[in-house]
C-alpha cells in the first residue's frame, strides 16, 4: 500500500505520460495546482515508487514512466469510475441495429473503435445458443433446390442442393410445411433437432428428401464457429509505434486467427465486471507490451460474449473501461429482448 502522497504522485505520473508519452519530471510535477510539495520532497517519492516497481527511469537525466505494474495499480486504485464525455464521441446506442445480432455486433465494434481509437473486437454469441425460427425451401430449377434458414438472432444462412433428377415442387412445399412445423423453436445444437429429421412415420420418398436437405440444418451447427468482428487494426498499427517487426507480426497473426483470439477472450466470460490484463499480465506473448480491455455480456445467468478493446500501455483507461462497460451492458439489452423474442 502506498501513501496518499505516493498515490498522487503516481497519478500524476501516469496521467502526465497518458497525455505527452514523454518522462515526467520532479520540477514538472512540482507545478501541478494540487501537488503541495517541492521538487526535492517529490523526487525522493519517485524514487520510492520506483524501487516499488511502479515506475521506470529511462534516462538518466529524464523524468520516470509507469510499468506495467504502476498501470495496474493506477487502473485498480486511482483511476476515477467516470463515464465518457458526451462530447468526446460517438455513442454506442444501437438502437439502429435491433434487426439482427450480427449487424448489433459489427455497428458496436465500430463504434468502439471511433471512441476508443483503438483496437476494438466483439465476439459474436455461439451459433448453438440460437433456435430456428422460420425455414425455406425453393425451387430455383428443376434439380437445384435452395434451403434458406432463419434464426431467432436474425440470423440468414442459405444452402444449395443439387439432385439428380427434377424435384417436384409438391415436395418442396411440403417439406418447408413439415420443417417449420417439426423445427421451429429447436436449438442448433439440440440432439432433438436430428431426431426430428428422421421420423418413421413417413414415407420413403419424404424421408429420402428430408435426408438430402439435412445438412442443412445438422452441418450448421456442427460446422460453424464463434464470430468474431474486429474493427482499428490500422489505428492499432499507428497509435502503437511497433519498434520490433516480429512482434508487429504477431500481434497481426493474432488477429488473423480467431481461435488464438477467442483464448484469450475467453477468461473474459466468467468475470463479472471489467477485465483489464496489462503488459505482462497478458499471458499470448503478442500481448505482453500491450494492454486488453474486456467485458462480457449476455443473458442474466449465460454469458454469450465478450466486448473488448487492445491498445498500447499508454491508452486512456478511463476511456476504454467506461465504453467497453457500456458497450456490454448495451449488447446485453439487445440480445436479452431478442432471445426472448
Avoid: C
Avoid at 440470423?155 to 420443417?179: C, E, I, N, Q, S
Amino acid at each position: 500500500m502506498l501513501t496518499p502522497r505516493q498515490e498522487l504522485v503516481l497519478r500524476k505520473v501516469v496521467e502526465g505520460y497518458l497525455a505527452a508519452g514523454q518522462p515526467v519530471g520532479s520540477k514538472a510535477l512540482a507545478t501541478a495546482a494540487d501537488v503541495e510539495w517541492g521538487p526535492s520532497t517529490i523526487r525522493n517519492e519517485l524514487a520510492m515508487l520506483e524501487e516499488h516497481g511502479l515506475l521506470a527511469h529511462p534516462h538518466t537525466s529524464a523524468g520516470r514512466i509507469p510499468t506495467d505494474a504502476g498501470y495496474r495499480y493506477f487502473v485498480d486504485r486511482l483511476l476515477p469510475d467516470a463515464p465518457v464525455a458526451r462530447d468526446e464521441g460517438p455513442g454506442l446506442d444501437l438502437t439502429l441495429a435491433r434487426r439482427e445480432v450480427d449487424e448489433a455486433m459489427r455497428v458496436t465494434t465500430e463504434t468502439l473503435s471511433q471512441v476508443t481509437n483503438l483496437l476494438a473486437i466483439v465476439s459474436a454469441p455461439p451459433i448453438e445458443t440460437a433456435t430456428i425460427r422460420h425455414v425455406e425451401v425453393l425451387v430455383l430449377q428443376p434439380q437445384v433446390l435452395m434451403v434458406v434458414v432463419i434464426t431467432s438472432t436474425g440470423g440468414v444462412t442459405k444452402r444449395m442442393f443439387t439432385f439428380d433428377a427434377p424435384v417436384d415442387a409438391g415436395l418442396a412445399d411440403w417439406g418447408a410445411a413439415y420443417l417449420n412445423e417439426r423445427l421451429a423453436g429447436l436449438g442448433l445444437g439440440a440432439r432433438l433437432l436430428h431426431q426430428r429429421l428422421a421420423d418413421p412415420s413417413l414415407g420413403v420418398s419424404e424421408q429420402r428428401f428430408l435426408d438430402a436437405i439435412a445438412p442443412a440444418f445438422t452441418e450448421l451447427s456442427e460446422t460453424a464457429g464463434d464470430s468474431l468482428y474486429v474493427d482499428g487494426a490500422a489505428r492499432l498499427v499507428r497509435e502503437y509505434r511497433f519498434g520490433d517487426l516480429a512482434q508487429l507480426n504477431d500481434v497481426m497473426e493474432m488477429l488473423e486467427r480467431r481461435v488464438s483470439l477467442l483464448n484469450v477472450l475467453s477468461a473474459a466470460l466468467a468475470q463479472r465486471d471489467v477485465y483489464v490484463r496489462i503488459g505482462r499480465e497478458n499471458e499470448a506473448p503478442a500481448l505482453r507490451s500491450l494492454a486488453l480491455v474486456a467485458a462480457s455480456y449476455g443473458l442474466p445467468r449465460r454469458s454469450l460474449g465478450t466486448v473488448s478493446v487492445i491498445g498500447p500501455l499508454r491508452m486512456d483507461y478511463a476511456r476504454a473501461i467506461s465504453s467497453v462497460r457500456a458497450a456490454a451492458s448495451e449488447l446485453s439489452r439487445f440480445v436479452e429482448d431478442v432471445y426472448e423474442a
